[in-house]
């Protein structure tokens, strides 16, 4: 069989298109859905209780064990060139600008992306927005909007507890555990963190990969098959497509932050 054959390659062309032609429609239809998402942000609040308080437990949870795991080897490091005293400034760089956002956003799209795209396919396969688009309802409004502008919200909340409780975790090694002065390890994280360059990056990153990470979600869950097999693909295909897009789009977004 000729997998290369023209008929075959216009085939799969064409059905990109198509799939890439959808996926930026529903993403307009739901950024055009802003102010009627915030007219009823009960429905929007729900769904950030459902998405950020069901996951601060392992955001939390790995956060401090990152923090721990910063503390040992930034203090093996700097140990070696006698600057241990910067060990906060290192492990507060390391999780306001990098870890926080990409290891939360790693963390949502396994415990909140499969969620969203469980329910909606399985929404899907029962023909409950079916249903819905008979009694003039929209979809898309009423159900992936919701989800979409909550797990926009709750994307930069996690990345901040998972720093937070990262730092308390590498003071509770470096400090309390190794020994490094707690003046010293304050006094240089306050001093060689800056609000904007730092953490304003580090929140504009979480907020970008909640944008593609809920995205993914809720586009893998409309396009499933209404079938058992099909929900269960699309679940996978959340994780893998959500967590490629963020290493590829950290790697773009610390290319173009920190070469202004």
Do not use: C
């Amino acid at each position: 069989m000729n997998f290369w054959h023209p008929a075959r390659v216009g085939h799969a062309v064409r059905a990109t298109m198509a799939n890439l032609g959808f996926a930026a429609r529903l993403f307009a239809r739901l950024l055009a859905s802003l102010p009627a998402s915030m007219g009823r942000f009960g429905l929007v609040r729900d769904q950030i209780h459902f998405l950020g308080n069901y996951s601060l437990a392992i955001i939390a949870v790995s956060g401090l064990f990152v923090g721990f795991v910063l503390g040992l080897q930034g203090f093996y490091t700097l140990q070696r060139y006698g600057a241990t005293e910067a060990l906060g400034l290192l492990v507060a760089l390391s999780l306001v600008r990098e870890l926080g956002p990409v290891v939360t956003a790693l963390l949502f799209a396994g415990r909140a992306g499969t969620s969203l795209t469980a329910e909606i396919g399985l929404m899907k396969a029962g023909e409950q927005l079916s249903a819905m688009e008979m009694m003039a309802v929209d979809p898309v409004t009423r159900i992936l909007a919701p989800r979409f502008w909550a797990g926009v919200i709750t994307m930069p909340l996690l990345a901040a507890v998972f720093s937070a409780v990262g730092i308390v975790g590498g003071w509770v090694v470096g400090v309390v555990m190794i020994g490094v002065d707690a003046g010293a390890f304050w006094s240089q994280m306050q001093g060689g963190v800056d609000v904007l360059r730092d953490v304003g990056n580090g929140v504009l990153k979480s907020f970008v990969f909640g944008v593609t990470v809920t995205f993914v979600a809720l586009l893998q869950g409309f396009r499933a098959q209404a079938t058992p097999e099909g929900v269960s693909h699309a679940t996978t295909r959340t994780v893998v497509v959500a967590s490629l897009a963020v290493l590829g789009l950290d790697f773009v977004l610390t290319a173009l932050m920190f070469s202004i």
